[in-house]
Antibody
Framework: EVQLVESGGGLVQPGGSLRLSCAAS????????MNWVRQAPGKGLEWISYISSTSSTIYYADSVKGRFTISRDNAKNSLYLQMNTLRAEDTAVYYC????????????WGQGTLVTVSS | DIQMTQSPSSLSASVGDRVTITCRASQSISSFLNWYQQKPGKAPKVLIYAASSLQSGVPSRFSGSGSGTDFTLTISSLQPEDLATYYCQQSYSTPWTFGQGTKVEIK
Protein backbone atom coordinates (compact mmCIF):
# COMPACT_ATOMS: atom_id res chain seq x y z
CA GLU A 1 0.00 0.00 0.00
CA VAL A 2 1.32 3.40 -0.99
CA GLN A 3 1.77 5.68 2.00
CA LEU A 4 3.01 9.24 2.24
CA VAL A 5 3.40 10.68 5.73
CA GLU A 6 4.30 14.33 6.22
CA SER A 7 5.85 15.72 9.37
CA GLY A 8 7.61 18.83 10.61
CA GLY A 9 4.77 21.32 10.64
CA GLY A 10 4.09 23.67 13.50
CA LEU A 11 4.00 27.27 14.66
CA VAL A 12 6.79 29.54 13.48
CA GLN A 13 7.31 33.29 13.65
CA PRO A 14 7.38 35.44 10.51
CA GLY A 15 10.87 35.37 9.04
CA GLY A 16 11.56 31.98 10.56
CA SER A 17 12.39 28.62 9.00
CA LEU A 18 10.92 25.16 9.03
CA ARG A 19 11.79 21.87 7.35
CA LEU A 20 9.03 19.53 6.29
CA SER A 21 9.57 15.84 5.63
CA CYS A 22 7.54 13.27 3.75
CA ALA A 23 8.21 9.58 4.39
CA ALA A 24 7.24 7.33 1.52
CA SER A 25 6.51 3.62 1.58
CA UNK A 26 4.76 0.95 -0.45
CA UNK A 27 6.36 1.86 -3.78
CA UNK A 28 9.80 2.33 -5.34
CA UNK A 29 10.31 5.93 -4.26
CA UNK A 30 13.44 6.44 -6.34
CA UNK A 31 11.54 6.02 -9.61
CA UNK A 32 8.85 8.65 -9.02
CA UNK A 33 8.81 12.41 -9.21
CA MET A 34 7.33 14.13 -6.17
CA ASN A 35 5.58 17.37 -5.36
CA TRP A 36 4.51 19.69 -2.58
CA VAL A 37 1.04 21.21 -2.71
CA ARG A 38 -0.39 23.51 -0.06
CA GLN A 39 -3.81 24.66 1.02
CA ALA A 40 -4.37 27.80 3.09
CA PRO A 41 -7.16 27.53 5.67
CA GLY A 42 -10.52 27.51 3.89
CA LYS A 43 -8.87 28.05 0.50
CA GLY A 44 -8.07 26.05 -2.60
CA LEU A 45 -5.06 23.99 -3.62
CA GLU A 46 -1.78 25.57 -4.69
CA TRP A 47 1.04 23.57 -6.28
CA ILE A 48 4.37 24.85 -5.00
CA SER A 49 7.19 22.53 -6.05
CA TYR A 50 8.24 19.51 -8.13
CA ILE A 51 11.33 17.33 -8.04
CA SER A 52 12.16 14.59 -10.50
CA SER A 53 13.16 11.09 -9.43
CA THR A 54 16.88 11.83 -9.65
CA SER A 55 16.60 15.45 -8.46
CA SER A 56 17.85 16.60 -11.86
CA THR A 57 14.74 18.69 -12.53
CA ILE A 58 13.17 21.02 -9.98
CA TYR A 59 10.41 23.56 -10.36
CA TYR A 60 8.90 26.11 -7.99
CA ALA A 61 5.89 28.35 -7.95
CA ASP A 62 6.79 32.03 -8.04
CA SER A 63 5.20 32.46 -4.60
CA VAL A 64 7.97 30.38 -2.96
CA LYS A 65 10.89 30.67 -5.38
CA GLY A 66 14.05 31.79 -3.61
CA ARG A 67 12.65 30.99 -0.16
CA PHE A 68 11.75 27.28 -0.33
CA THR A 69 14.00 24.40 -1.37
CA ILE A 70 12.74 20.96 -2.33
CA SER A 71 15.02 17.96 -1.99
CA ARG A 72 14.91 14.21 -1.63
CA ASP A 73 16.94 11.32 -0.26
CA ASN A 74 16.15 8.20 -2.25
CA ALA A 75 18.15 6.03 0.13
CA LYS A 76 15.84 7.12 2.93
CA ASN A 77 12.64 7.19 0.83
CA SER A 78 12.10 10.74 1.93
CA LEU A 79 11.09 14.07 0.43
CA TYR A 80 11.84 17.41 2.07
CA LEU A 81 10.82 21.03 1.88
CA GLN A 82 13.10 23.59 3.49
CA MET A 83 11.10 26.75 4.07
CA ASN A 84 12.94 29.98 4.89
CA THR A 85 11.84 33.58 5.39
CA LEU A 86 8.34 32.43 6.18
CA ARG A 87 5.43 34.83 5.84
CA ALA A 88 1.91 34.85 7.24
CA GLU A 89 0.61 33.94 3.79
CA ASP A 90 2.59 30.68 3.93
CA THR A 91 0.19 29.43 6.60
CA ALA A 92 -1.34 26.30 5.13
CA VAL A 93 -1.61 22.56 5.21
CA TYR A 94 1.30 21.18 3.19
CA TYR A 95 0.78 17.95 1.26
CA CYS A 96 3.35 15.81 -0.45
CA UNK A 97 2.03 14.12 -3.55
CA UNK A 98 3.39 11.53 -5.94
CA UNK A 99 3.45 12.35 -9.63
CA UNK A 100 2.53 9.49 -11.92
CA UNK A 101 4.06 10.26 -15.28
CA UNK A 102 1.88 7.83 -17.22
CA UNK A 103 -1.23 9.81 -16.28
CA UNK A 104 0.32 13.25 -15.72
CA UNK A 105 -1.51 13.42 -12.40
CA UNK A 106 -0.87 13.47 -8.65
CA UNK A 107 -2.03 9.99 -7.85
CA UNK A 108 -1.22 9.65 -4.14
CA TRP A 109 -1.26 12.30 -1.44
CA GLY A 110 -0.20 12.37 2.17
CA GLN A 111 -2.51 13.49 4.96
CA GLY A 112 -0.83 16.88 5.21
CA THR A 113 1.01 18.83 7.90
CA LEU A 114 -0.10 22.24 9.14
CA VAL A 115 2.31 25.16 9.09
CA THR A 116 1.23 28.28 10.95
CA VAL A 117 3.25 31.46 10.56
CA SER A 118 2.33 33.90 13.28
CA SER A 119 3.89 36.04 15.97
CA ASP B 1 0.74 31.01 -16.01
CA ILE B 2 -2.35 29.09 -17.10
CA GLN B 3 -5.46 30.16 -15.22
CA MET B 4 -8.11 27.55 -14.45
CA THR B 5 -11.67 28.75 -13.86
CA GLN B 6 -14.33 26.46 -12.47
CA SER B 7 -18.06 26.94 -12.34
CA PRO B 8 -20.13 26.94 -10.33
CA SER B 9 -18.27 27.69 -7.09
CA SER B 10 -20.87 25.68 -5.21
CA LEU B 11 -23.99 23.68 -5.88
CA SER B 12 -26.64 21.82 -3.97
CA ALA B 13 -28.30 18.78 -5.49
CA SER B 14 -30.40 15.83 -4.44
CA VAL B 15 -29.33 12.22 -4.25
CA GLY B 16 -29.72 10.71 -7.70
CA ASP B 17 -29.32 14.00 -9.56
CA ARG B 18 -26.94 14.44 -12.45
CA VAL B 19 -24.29 17.02 -11.56
CA THR B 20 -22.02 18.85 -13.98
CA ILE B 21 -18.99 20.97 -13.12
CA THR B 22 -17.10 22.90 -15.76
CA CYS B 23 -13.48 24.01 -15.92
CA ARG B 24 -12.01 26.44 -18.42
CA ALA B 25 -8.31 26.98 -19.09
CA SER B 26 -6.93 30.36 -20.12
CA GLN B 27 -5.11 28.68 -23.03
CA SER B 28 -5.20 25.32 -24.71
CA ILE B 29 -3.95 22.49 -22.50
CA SER B 30 -4.80 19.64 -24.87
CA SER B 31 -6.05 16.86 -22.56
CA PHE B 32 -3.67 17.56 -19.67
CA LEU B 33 -6.52 18.03 -17.25
CA ASN B 34 -7.15 16.19 -13.99
CA TRP B 35 -10.05 16.22 -11.56
CA TYR B 36 -9.64 15.75 -7.81
CA GLN B 37 -12.13 15.19 -5.04
CA GLN B 38 -11.43 16.51 -1.56
CA LYS B 39 -13.72 15.42 1.25
CA PRO B 40 -13.87 17.58 4.39
CA GLY B 41 -10.70 17.25 6.45
CA LYS B 42 -9.08 14.86 3.98
CA ALA B 43 -6.39 14.98 1.33
CA PRO B 44 -7.39 15.31 -2.32
CA LYS B 45 -7.88 12.17 -4.38
CA VAL B 46 -7.60 11.93 -8.16
CA LEU B 47 -10.83 10.95 -9.92
CA ILE B 48 -10.15 11.63 -13.58
CA TYR B 49 -6.84 12.03 -15.41
CA ALA B 50 -6.10 13.09 -18.97
CA ALA B 51 -9.52 14.77 -19.14
CA SER B 52 -11.57 11.61 -19.51
CA SER B 53 -9.80 8.57 -18.03
CA LEU B 54 -11.24 7.16 -14.83
CA GLN B 55 -8.69 6.53 -12.08
CA SER B 56 -8.63 2.93 -10.89
CA GLY B 57 -11.09 2.32 -8.06
CA VAL B 58 -13.22 5.39 -8.76
CA PRO B 59 -16.95 4.71 -9.21
CA SER B 60 -18.18 4.76 -12.79
CA ARG B 61 -20.75 7.47 -12.00
CA PHE B 62 -17.85 9.91 -12.37
CA SER B 63 -16.86 10.89 -15.89
CA GLY B 64 -14.86 13.60 -17.57
CA SER B 65 -14.84 15.14 -21.02
CA GLY B 66 -13.32 17.95 -23.01
CA SER B 67 -10.09 19.04 -24.59
CA GLY B 68 -8.34 22.27 -25.43
CA THR B 69 -9.77 24.84 -23.06
CA ASP B 70 -13.15 23.50 -21.94
CA PHE B 71 -13.69 20.53 -19.67
CA THR B 72 -16.51 18.92 -17.73
CA LEU B 73 -16.78 16.62 -14.74
CA THR B 74 -20.08 14.79 -14.49
CA ILE B 75 -21.53 12.79 -11.63
CA SER B 76 -24.30 10.77 -13.25
CA SER B 77 -26.21 9.97 -10.07
CA LEU B 78 -25.17 11.94 -6.99
CA GLN B 79 -24.61 9.89 -3.85
CA PRO B 80 -24.38 11.07 -0.22
CA GLU B 81 -20.69 10.17 -0.10
CA ASP B 82 -20.01 12.59 -2.99
CA LEU B 83 -20.21 15.52 -0.56
CA ALA B 84 -16.88 17.18 -1.29
CA THR B 85 -15.04 19.96 -3.07
CA TYR B 86 -13.92 19.17 -6.60
CA TYR B 87 -10.85 20.72 -8.25
CA CYS B 88 -9.61 20.67 -11.79
CA GLN B 89 -5.85 20.89 -12.38
CA GLN B 90 -3.78 21.39 -15.50
CA SER B 91 -0.58 19.39 -15.91
CA TYR B 92 0.30 20.87 -19.31
CA SER B 93 2.95 23.25 -18.04
CA THR B 94 4.44 24.44 -14.79
CA PRO B 95 3.38 26.09 -12.65
CA TRP B 96 0.65 23.48 -12.46
CA THR B 97 -2.52 25.27 -11.50
CA PHE B 98 -5.81 24.31 -9.93
CA GLY B 99 -9.27 25.71 -10.34
CA GLN B 100 -10.73 27.46 -7.33
CA GLY B 101 -12.90 24.47 -6.48
CA THR B 102 -16.58 23.55 -6.62
CA LYS B 103 -18.24 22.64 -3.35
CA VAL B 104 -20.95 20.01 -3.80
CA GLU B 105 -23.61 19.79 -1.12
CA ILE B 106 -26.45 17.32 -0.77
CA LYS B 107 -29.97 18.69 -0.46
Amino acid sequence: EVQLVESGGGLVQPGGSLRLSCAASGFTFSTYSMNWVRQAPGKGLEWISYISSTSSTIYYADSVKGRFTISRDNAKNSLYLQMNTLRAEDTAVYYCARYFGSTYSLDYWGQGTLVTVSS
Amino acid sequence: DIQMTQSPSSLSASVGDRVTITCRASQSISSFLNWYQQKPGKAPKVLIYAASSLQSGVPSRFSGSGSGTDFTLTISSLQPEDLATYYCQQSYSTPWTFGQGTKVEIK
